[in-house]
């Protein structure tokens, strides 16, 4: 038969039949601008060469920080790539520095695909599906991610009939979900690569850290390979060299500061709570929900759902279309006030103390807005084990004694470190500008009670009151934005 080239994958140009299968590289390389050259090899290509994984390259990794931040048009697709090729390092690094592990090829396969299929089961938008909109559209519903990612996991895998073993989903399932207790004959410490339920110290957070700095522009002040490489197994447990917890505390600091400047920025919230309306009124009609108990609906779910939206012309969901225009013309829901908590009045967190109809029962005599005006946004931010310093939780080792583990106290790091680790934020916003200072104000009144109530009742917390941001404060005479006209001048 005479030789054929043909164009594979974008990667080679050598045709399958020119070559004896038996001696053929099946492996392929991708440049990643974060990782340079990575290896996939036919286990990963099969899992990615599938529809059910070419969809994460419509979900953006960032989700709506994107309409704020232009750079952050990254997608879940090279996150995950990323995550795949870094478990397979760090598994590979512990199987030649510690061969005594007993690293087998199972335990290597098994962790690079769970890196790989870790957040399959992302929505749109990413967080904003499952953190905003699922539980308004079902209220009561526990459901996450990770739930969805086990789900077309199998999916994937029926579907494109890939020859996995039952054994081998199921232990990739569990380490997708992540475990801080022994499961089964597992090796516990492989447990720790890609969901670290222990102390948060793993790869999904090496490649998403670096790669939200690198594409918003943001710098990044810890070195993750230097982590990788100063680690090993001690006691069936993932630590560190002692001369890295400082990397760790910047590690931890790098994506708190992610948080608070980007994940969470108030434009970007602002455009998140359009989405999610412009989504529930859709709901009804396009069965949005419905989707994350059937793996085929759900395959097809991208952030298209928007143009979807956009392109239908039915006129139940003509509110859901002017909503998206009003993001198109920047038209966007406003930033009212927030409120830093202090840690006495955590407890007045959630929408039992603090809601739109509270805030509303606040207007004064020339108000006008109602509830529908207002949004809540009830925001934790913290270094990743919600009030605790996730560094006390590592376990370290010295280079004159690599047998034996011991933690470190944030004391002995620097004394420049922070004396609380999470942060309770409430945001108020409304989908009508115009009303802006009438919200702030009712707000503030609301604010102002409860603490008073707070330290009425308990003398002791003094510290329970909230003092106005002045830099937050709208004034009186507030002009109104004037609706965005443009026009082009062809006149010159």
């Known amino acids: 038969m005479n030789s054929r080239t043909l164009l594979r994958r974008g990667y080679t140009q050598v045709s399958d039949l020119d070559c004896d299968a038996d001696k053929r590289d099946s492996s392929k390389y991708v440049n990643d601008p974060i990782h340079g050259y990575i290896n996939l090899d036919e286990q990963v290509l099969q899992l990615i060469d599938t529809p059910q994984f070419q969809r994460l390259r419509h979900l953006k ?6 309409f704020v931040f232009p750079g952050a048009s990254h997608n879940r697709f090279e996150h995950c790539v990323g995550t795949s090729y870094l478990a397979s390092e760090v598994v590979k690094g512990f199987a030649q520095r510690q061969p005594e592990l007993g690293i087998d090829e199972r335990d290597s396969r098994c962790v690079t695909l769970a890196g790989l299929c ?4 992302h929505g749109p938008f990413s967080h904003v599906f499952d953190n905003e909109f699922i539980p308004r559209a079902c209220p009561g519903m526990i459901w996450s991610h990770e739930e969805g990612s086990e789900m077309m996991l199998h ?3 029926d579907e494109n009939h890939i020859d996995i073993d039952e054994g081998d989903i199921t232990f990739i399932k569990q380490l997708i979900r992540g475990s801080s207790q022994p499961v089964g004959d597992e090796k516990m410490f492989l447990f720790d690569i890609v969901a670290n339920k222990r102390n948060g110290v793993d790869v999904d957070k090496f490649d998403y850290i670096q790669r939200d700095c690198y594409n918003v522009g943001v710098n990044s002040s810890y070195d993750f390979q230097r982590l990788m490489l100063n680690s090993r197994v001690i006691d069936d447990e993932v ?26 920025h108030r434009a970007a919230k602002a455009i998140e709570f359009m989405i999610v309306d412009a989504l529930l009124i859709a709901d009804p009609v396009l069965k949005i929900s419905q989707s994350i108990t059937s793996p ?15 392109r239908s012309s039915a006129p139940e969901l003509r509110e859901a279309r002017d909503i998206i225009a009003r993001i198109h013309t920047r038209d966007i829901y406003k930033f009212v006030d927030e409120y830093i908590l202090p840690a006495d009045m955590a407890s007045i967190s959630n929408n039992t103390c603090i809601n739109e109809a509270k805030i509303v029962g606040y207007r004064s005599d020339n108000d006008d807005f109602v509830e529908r005006d207002v949004l809540i946004d009830f925001c934790l931010i913290h270094y990743g084990m919600r009030r605790d310093n996730p560094v006390d939780r590592i376990n370290f080792y010295s280079k004159y004694n690599t047998a034996e583990k011991f933690p470190i106290s944030s004391g002995l790091i620097s004394l420049c470190v922070p004396e609380k680790y999470e942060e309770r934020i409430i945001r108020i916003f409304t989908r009508t500008p115009s009303k802006r200072g009438q919200i702030q104000g009712a707000a503030r009144r609301l604010m102002e009670e409860l603490s008073s109530r707070i330290v ?3 003398p002791s917390n003094s510290s329970a009151h909230i003092t106005p941001n002045r830099g937050l404060t709208l004034p009186n005479n507030l002009p109104q934005s ?11």
């Open 296 to 310: 085929h609906m759900y395959q097809s779910l991208t952030d298209e759902i928007v143009r979807d939206i956009e």
């Open 482 to 492: 004037p609706v965005k006209r443009r026009r082009l001048d062809f006149s010159m």
């Open 61 to 66: 990794q960032m989700g709506s920080s994107y």
């Open 239 to 264: 630590c560190y060299n002692a001369k890295e917890a400082f990397n760790l505390t910047e590690m931890f600091h790098t994506r708190y500061s992610l948080h608070k400047r980007v994940y969470s």
């Open 118 to 121: 870790h957040d399959l089961g």
């Open 155 to 157: 999916h994937t895998i």
């Open 456 to 458: 009425a009742s308990s």
